[in-house]
């Protein structure tokens, strides 16, 4: 299995809602990272989890929060989100972070609407 | 970590060899050269890495120059399918480095026609 499965695939979601976007691997990956990508612009790296624990956090928002409760998941909570948070989410995953000729397996990413 | 330059768009013939150019003028001794490309409506795609020999798989080849200033991916036998948004990184490979990341640059827009 070397798939990163991520959903749902669609959400739209009112600015006072509270919504979870949901990752899963189980490639015995123990690094996952969530990126964000705007339509015809490159990804946007958020979040980096190492070992479950967060390593790195790129200035994102509090509205967006991260958690990984195990090895094979990760998830994205949302809470009073803005218009301008709409975009594709996309989950990836990795054995581990910092080896030499490490590779990034990428979800096909959640497509988000705030209205 | 070193910056890339990639043409914004290229054209090419399908069954024809795609040649997509990166420029990464800064790299250090310690950097990689990662190739991902991004099929529309899909997550981005590991294709290959080096650091300073030429590598192939089975997707692609990438040759990289010796001052290792620049590379070149190559698609030998390009097809509809290869239509994507190819982006060129460079990153460092350190063990346990709570800085490394991989970022996206801008990438190119490959069309293969018809």
């Known amino acids: 299995d070397t798939e990163v499965t991520q959903t749902p695939k669609h959400l739209v979601m009112g600015m006072t809602n509270k919504k979870s976007l949901k990752c899963e691997q189980h490639m015995g990956h123990r690094a996952m990272y969530w990126y964000k990508q705007k339509a015809k612009k490159p990804p946007e790296l958020m979040f980096v989890?190492?070992?479950?624990?967060?390593?790195i956090n790129e200035s994102v928002p509090s509205r967006f929060s991260p958690e990984c409760p195990n090895s094979s998941l990760l998830n994205l909570h949302l809470h009073a989100l803005q218009p301008e948070d709409s975009a594709l989410y996309l989950c990836?995953?990795?054995?581990?972070?910092?080896?030499?000729?490490?590779?990034?397996?990428f979800g096909s990413g959640t497509q988000l609407s705030v209205l | 970590d070193a910056k890339t330059t990639q043409p914004p768009s290229m054209d090419c013939a399908e069954g024809r060899a795609a040649n997509l150019p990166c420029n990464h003028s800064t790299i250090s001794g310690n950097e990689y050269v990662y190739w991902y490309r991004q099929i529309h409506s899909q997550g981005p795609q590991y294709i290959i890495h080096g650091l300073k020999n030429n590598e192939t798989n089975e997707m692609a080849s990438l040759i990289i120059t010796e001052d290792r200033k620049s590379s070149t991916l190559i698609l030998p036998h390009a097809t509809l399918r290869d239509t994507a948004v190819y982006y060129c990184i460079v990153r460092v490979a350190r063990t346990m480095n709570r800085d490394d990341k991989i970022i996206f640059g801008k990438g190119t827009r490959l069309h293969i026609l018809p």
């Open positions: 990836a995953s990795s054995q581990d972070r910092g080896r030499f000729g490490e590779k990034l397996f």
């Open positions: 989890y190492s070992y479950e624990k967060l390593s």
